[in-house]
């Protein structure tokens, strides 16, 4: 088993993050056998795709890398590092470049809703950007990888590649590359604003009162549930009166996630409430819950040096890991005369 995954050093880290792929990366990382690994990086590469401020984005990468420390993910443990001190992932990009299909990448959500109605001013880097995700996983033989739902269809865009690449250039008792598996936890796949139900708790989402961050303190994370948007009516007992309600649906469905139960049993306990009181427990919930995580922040980012440090030595070990499989490559490509 080899694990591998990804964020995107922009900005604070969210609840959606946290709740979606985090803290499924650190059970993943706890339950890991002899023999078995985990990779975790910073896809600082993936960030250069829109328009970006360098300083910012050297900043988002240090927090970025301590919010994952503080989150539980321990770099003595599993390899923690970001694409950019990697140079093999631009490399086996260039190279997937090759068997990537146009009409593929043009299929991909998120390239529409990032690129909406100007395709024509978009950096190439957003339109390739699913290809260097392919090759994130791929350099690593990446066997499971945990995503929320909405980079499911960019991990299937892997799984199409690495198949073509190992039909046009591998033997088939010889695969180049491991077909990777998307796994995405069954609760709390996918957390909402909470300005706005049907649009997924993102960074870009210009509302702060739209995300938790992990480093919100208490004020902040009860003043957002309180504002957050909802309907007039109770709660109902059970989960198919949430239906057509996605702010409650949502909210339940934070509860149940951080309290590791499920809706039903959410609503077997607040059925018939309103969100007067549904709220505030809701809120301190979510203080219980982050409060350490955002405390352990803290006092990591009093020291950065340790941070980088802990970057450098995990670049180090991805590099070695990265290398057979980028050779291996070249190799069946023709790029390398022995
Ligand atoms: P990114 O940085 O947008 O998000 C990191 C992880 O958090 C999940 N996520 C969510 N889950 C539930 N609800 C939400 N509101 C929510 N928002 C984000 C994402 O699904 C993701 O798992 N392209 C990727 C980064 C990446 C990557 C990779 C991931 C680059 N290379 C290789 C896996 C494997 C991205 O932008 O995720």
Same mark, same amino acid.
């Given at each position: ?11 604070? #880290? ?10 499924? &990366? ?25 328009? !970006? ?6 900043? %988002? ?8 420390? *503080? ?20 490399? #086996?990009? &260039? ?8 009409? &593929? ?5 998120? &390239? ?18 699913? +290809? ?11 066997? !499971?990888?945990? =995503? ?5 269809? !960019? ?41 706005? %139900? ?16 992990? +480093?919100?303190? *208490? ?29 409650? #649906?949502?909210? =339940? ?62 670049? *180090?070990? *991805? ?15 023709? #790029?390398?005369? !022995?």
């Amino acid at each position: 088993m080899r694990v591998v995954s990804g964020i995107q050093p922009t900005g604070n #880290l969210h609840l959606g993050n946290y709740l979606g792929a985090i803290r499924n &990366w650190v059970r993943m990382q706890d339950a890991m056998e002899e023999g078995q690994e985990c990779f975790f990086f910073l896809a600082d590469l993936h960030a250069i795709s829109q328009p !970006h401020d360098p300083a910012e984005l050297k900043r %988002g990468t240090l927090e970025m890398a301590a919010a994952l420390v *503080a989150c539980g993910i321990d770099p003595t443990r599993s390899t923690l590092f970001n694409q950019a001190q990697v140079p093999a992932h631009a490399e #086996l990009q &260039w190279l997937l470049n090759g068997t990537a299909r146009m009409g &593929w990448l043009n299929r991909m959500t998120q &390239w529409k809703d990032k690129a909406g109605k100007n395709r024509e001013g978009q950096s190439v880097a957003l339109f390739g950007y699913p +290809v260097l995700q392919a090759a994130d996983v791929l350099l690593y033989q990446a066997t !499971h990888v945990p =995503v929320g739902e909405d980079q499911k269809q !960019h991990l299937e865009l892997a799984r199409d590649i690495a198949q073509k690449f190992n039909n046009d250039f591998a033997s088939e008792d010889a695969p180049v590359f491991t077909l990777p598996e998307p796994t995405v936890p069954p609760q709390a796949a996918r957390i909402m604003s909470l300005r706005n %139900g049907s649009a997924k708790m993102s960074k870009s989402d210009p509302s702060e009162m739209s995300r938790i961050a992990l +480093v919100d303190d *208490a004020d902040a994370i009860m003043k957002k549930v309180r504002k957050a948007k909802t309907d007039p009516e109770p709660l109902p007992s059970e989960e198919a009166g949430l239906e057509d309600r996605p702010e409650a #649906l949502n909210l =339940v469905t934070i509860y149940a996630a951080l309290s590791d139960t499920d809706a039903a049993s959410v609503l077997r306990d607040f059925g018939g409430e309103g969100f007067g009181k549904f709220k505030p427990a809701l809120g301190e919930l979510m203080i219980d819950k982050l409060s350490p995580i955002s405390q352990r922040l803290r006092e990591l980012l009093a020291d950065p040096e340790e941070i980088d440090a802990i970057l450098a030595r995990g670049a *180090a070990k *991805a590099r070695e890991s990265a290398a057979p499989t980028l050779t291996a490559a070249y190799q069946a490509l023709g #790029l390398l005369r !022995h």
